[in-house]
C-alpha cells in the first residue's frame, strides 16, 4: 500500500485515463446505439436487418479481438484507422493513437448492448401509443424523438447501468494495447514491487469500486427521478 501512496500521481493520472476512456465511450455508445436501435426497430428492413447483423457479430467477438483490429489491422485496411492524427494533449493526459484506437473498441462493442438494452425498453412502451403519434402525423423520427425514446431510456436505466458498469471495468483491456490506465499501472506496480503486490492490488480494487459504485449512484439517482408513479 506504501507504494500506491508514494506515487499517488502515477495513480491519479491512470485512473484518470481510466475515466477519460469511460466517458468517452460511454458517450458515443449511447448515440450510436440509439442510432442502432432506431433502425432495428424501423420501418427500413434493409436497416433493420443491417443493424440486427452488425449487433450479433461484434456482440459475439471478444473485446480483445476488435482491440487487435484496430491496433493492428485496420490501418492496414485504410490509413486514416491508424488514428495518428490524433495527438492531443491536455495538462499530464496525452490522447494519441492508442487511446483513441481504445475508445472506438470499446465503443463499436458497447453500443451493441446498448442497443439491446434500448430495444427492452422500447418493447415495454405500449403500442398504441407509437400508433397514436402516428396518426396525428409524426414521421417515424418524430415518434421515436419525442414518444417512444424518452420512455424507452426510463425503462432502460437499470440494464443501462449495467452495461456501463462493464464499460468501465472493460478499460482495463486498453492497458494491453499501450493506454497505461489503472490495470496497466497496478501491472507495472507489481512487476517493479512484488513484495507489495497485495497491498496494490487491493488499492487499485477500491478504486474500481469506487468508480463502479459512483456509476450505480447515478443510475439510481435516474431511476428515482424518471420513475413512472
Known amino acids: 500500500m506504501n507504494v500506491v501512496l508514494d506515487n499517488f500521481d502515477l495513480v491519479a493520472k491512470a485512473f484518470g ?6 466517458l468517452v465511450s460511454a458517450v458515443l455508445s ?4 440509439t442510432i442502432l436501435v432506431a433502425f432495428r426497430v424501423g420501418p427500413i428492413s434493409v436497416l433493420s436487418k443491417a443493424a440486427a447483423v452488425y449487433v450479433t457479430v461484434v456482440r459475439n467477438t471478444p473485446l480483445v479481438i476488435i482491440f487487435l483490429f484496430f491496433q493492428l489491422g ?12 490524433v495527438d492531443i494533449h491536455i495538462g499530464q ?3 494519441t493513437s492508442f487511446f483513441t484506437a481504445g475508445v472506438v473498441s470499446l465503443t463499436l462493442y458497447t453500443s451493441c448492448f446498448v442497443c439491446e438494452a434500448l430495444r ?3 418493447n415495454a ?3 398504441g401509443q407509437a400508433e397514436a403519434a402516428r396518426a396525428i402525423g409524426l414521421p417515424f423520427a418524430g415518434v421515436m424523438r419525442q414518444v417512444v425514446l424518452p420512455q424507452a431510456v ?6 443501462l447501468a449495467s452495461t456501463f458498469i462493464a464499460l468501465l471495468k472493460n478499460t482495463s483491456v486498453a492497458g494491453v494495447f499501450g493506454v497505461i490506465e489503472a490495470a496497466a499501472q497496478m501491472k507495472s506496480f507489481t512487476n517493479d514491487y512484488a513484495s507489495e503486490r497485495w497491498g496494490i492490488f487491493l488499492a487499485f480494487a477500491i478504486g474500481y469500486i469506487i468508480l463502479v459504485e459512483i456509476v450505480s449512484l447515478v443510475a439510481t439517482v435516474l431511476e428515482r427521478r424518471w420513475r413512472i408513479a
Open 125 to 127: 412502451v405500449p403500442l
Open 30 to 33: 449511447l448515440v450510436l446505439g
Open 120 to 122: 427492452s425498453g422500447v
Open 74 to 85: 485496420a490501418g492496414k485496411v485504410f490509413d486514416a484507422l491508424r488514428f495518428s492524427w
Open 93 to 95: 493526459f496525452d490522447f
Open 17 to 22: 485515463y481510466t475515466i477519460a476512456l469511460f
Open 154 to 159: 426510463r425503462a432502460s436505466v437499470p440494464p
